[in-house]
């Protein structure tokens, strides 16, 4: 017997797939932000309540984080969501 697949919705990315340029930004944003404020992986998860796997997870690329995350760790990191999403220079 074969287990169901379960389909992806409409533009999802394959989990293999490499992270779209949003993820890639987002995950640059959050590792150095969360550095300048000297916190750890597990710091900034439990601030946010989120997994240090999760944090861990964004900060690879791998993570589709939802808006209301994005919202989150903007809060915890001082900065706003738009901010969190843009391309900054180090």
């Known amino acids: 017997m074969n287990p169901k697949r379960v389909a992806r919705s409409a533009g999802e990315a394959k989990r293999d797939a490499e992270p779209t340029e949003i993820r ?16 750890s992986q597990r ?18 690329g791998a993570k589709n984080v939802t808006l209301d995350r994005i919202s989150e760790l903007a809060r915890h990191l001082g900065m706003t969501e738009l901010e969190l999403l843009t391309p900054r220079s180090r």
């Open 24 to 39: 890639r930004i987002l995950a640059r944003n959050v590792r150095l932000l969360r550095e300048e404020k000297g916190l």
């Open 43 to 60: 710091e900034l998860a439990r601030l946010a309540g989120l997994s240090q796997k999760y944090i861990w997870e964004i900060e690879v």
